[in-house]
């Protein structure tokens, strides 16, 4: 069965840096995409970052481009997001996602895999 697991959220003051996790299992790797999406209260969810195993492709929000970067760990079966500079804006619960595509995409209701979330509090 497939899984994501994410962790790695917390509090943190403005400019600095928080590396969110999300490990998958039950088979989540090689011909799926992957997708951090965040949710403020009050707001829809909205898509950070995108990732496609097989081919190292990345997008960004512009919201977060040259502040934020995802990577992946394969034998950890494990995706990351480093977030840096962050700003109070950037407070949300953050959420890993999966599509079995090798294509990108921004809209949450393109990913039919989701994690727990976690959350991310940056103080001004």
């Known amino acids: 069965q497939e899984q994501l697991v994410e962790s790695g959220g917390g509090l943190v003051q403005a400019g600095g840096s928080l590396r969110l996790s999300c490990a998958s299992s039950?088979?989540?790797?090689?011909?799926?995409?992957m997708g951090w999406f965040r949710q403020a209260p009050g707001k829809e969810r909205e898509f950070v970052a995108g990732?496609?195993?097989?081919?190292?492709?990345?997008t960004y929000a512009d919201s977060v481009k040259g502040r934020f970067t995802i990577s992946r760990d394969t034998a950890k079966n494990t995706v990351y997001l480093q977030m840096n500079s962050l700003k109070p804006e950037d407070t949300a619960v953050y959420y890993c996602?999966?599509?079995?595509?090798?294509?990108?995409?921004?809209?949450?209701?393109?990913?039919?895999?989701w994690g727990q979330g976690t959350q991310v509090t940056v103080s001004s």
């Open positions: 990732f496609i195993w097989k081919t190292d492709v990345t």
């Open positions: 996602a999966a599509r079995r595509t090798l294509s990108a995409a921004t809209m949450a209701s393109n990913y039919g895999y």
């Open positions: 039950g088979g989540i790797s090689g011909n799926y995409a």
